[in-house]
Every structure is written in C-alpha cells, then in structure tokens.
C-alpha cells in the first residue's frame, strides 16, 4: 500500500496568517503519461463529513475559496491557506488515488 | 442536488450483526459507483470498499475483505454496509461517498455519516 505521511500533526496560526500541511507518498503519484498527480485533499470539520479541496493535487473543487492552494508533483505536496479564517479550523487529510487501496493521511489539525 | 442520506447511529453488542444503509438521490445512483469509509474514534480516514449498483461489481479494500459486506439494492437507490459479527474494534463512523471517477478517487459528496457503538 501507498503510505501518506502528512506533517505537521497539528498546527495554530493566527487568523490572517498563512498555513501550510505537507504531505508525503512512499512512491510517486505521478502519471507521467499524462502529467498528473493522483492525489486529493479534504477538510473535516467536527460534526460534518468530509469535505473535497482540491484533486490533481491542485485542481480546486466546486466551491472553494482561492485563498486555499494545492501544490506538488511525485511524492512531495503541500495545502497552502492564505488569510486563515476562523472556519478554517479542522482537520486536512491528504488522499492517494494512484493505486489501490486508495490511502489517505493520517490528518493534519488546524487550530487557531 | 446531490445527497446522500445515511440511516442513524446504532449501538450493538460484540456478536451482533448490523446493515447501516446510504440513500442517494439528485443523480443517477445505478450509474455511479458508491464507496464506504471509516473513521475510528480520534483516527484518520480508511477506505473501506467500492460498490457499482447497477451489477453490484464490488471491491474491497484488502484491510476490510471478508471482514464486511458492501451490497445495494439500486431500485431503491440505497447502498448498505453489512456486518455478521461485530467485535468492539469495529465502533467508528462510517460514511458513504461518491467518487468522481468510476470506482475511484476523489469522493466529491459524503454521507452525514452513521456512527456504530459496538460495547457489552
């Protein structure tokens, strides 16, 4: 199975401020056959389901404010947060989709 | 709009068995794949298998084969999560998701989620 090593665990940043969760795979999650990274991002915030950010590393979903920014290629990506507001308060999962069994992060929790 | 509606919390006993169901509306659900996820209390995100409704061609996650049973009845639109015996290991949330690419990753609409407690 692909490993996601997300870091940090847990991170407080101030409202207005910048934040950024990084992720790591065991292999690359790169197609090169047609340039793209198998790789998503979600939001959890307690009480609710979880939430798709961004797929294609850097694709934003339906919905999502500009100030969140996907980033990356291979093994290595990042979830910026430009201007943190206090909704943003949860926790980030990072997801593989390269192959199967599809394996997500062990979560990132953002606080303020 | 796309919804997906879970049934509610449960709380069982070790040994008992257990379907939790996933209803989905505002789109074809014969046509597109339903996945399940579990999150165990204070734990991350686990993929735990795929059902495509229309033949119920099922794949599971080999952490979760055999330990669970993912069927759907697509004439009523509702996919379900199916446990013989479940052991205490098993309380969690358990939500349903859509992907977005046939089987596969990314899941683009979530269930509310069904929490199972599993305690004697």
């Known amino acids: 199975d692909i490993v996601m090593t997300q870091s940090p665990d847990s991170l407080a940043v101030s409202l207005g401020e910048r934040a950024t969760i990084n992720c790591k795979s065991s292999q690359t999650l790169l197609h090169s056959s047609i340039d793209k990274n198998y790789l998503a991002w979600y939001q959890h915030k307690p009480g609710q389901p979880p939430k798709l950010l961004f797929y294609w590393a850097s694709t934003r979903a339906s919905g999502v404010p500009d100030r969140f920014s996907g980033s990356g290629s291979g093994t290595d990506f990042s979830l910026t947060i430009y201007n943190l507001q206090a909704e943003d308060v949860a926790v980030y999962y990072c997801q593989q989709y390269y192959t199967s069994p599809w394996t997500f992060g062990q979560g990132t929790k953002m606080e303020i | 709009e796309v919804q997906l509606v879970q049934s509610g919390a449960e709380v069982k006993k070790p040994g008992e068995s257990l379907k939790i169901s996933c209803k989905g509306s505002g789109f074809s659900f014969a046509n597109q794949w339903i996945a399940w996820v579990r999150q165990m209390p204070g734990k991350g995100l686990e993929w735990m298998g795929v059902i495509f409704p229309g033949d119920s061609d099922t794949r599971y996650s080999p952490s979760f084969q055999g330990r669970v049973t993912i069927s759907a009845d697509k004439s009523i639109s509702t996919a379900y999560l199916q446990w013989t015996s479940l052991k205490a290991s098993d309380t969690a949330m358990y939500y349903c998701?859509?992907?977005?690419?046939?089987?596969?990753?990314?899941?683009?609409?979530w269930g509310q989620g069904t929490l199972v407690t599993v305690s004697s």
């Open positions: 998701a859509r992907p977005t690419r046939g089987g596969e990753p990314p899941f683009d609409n």
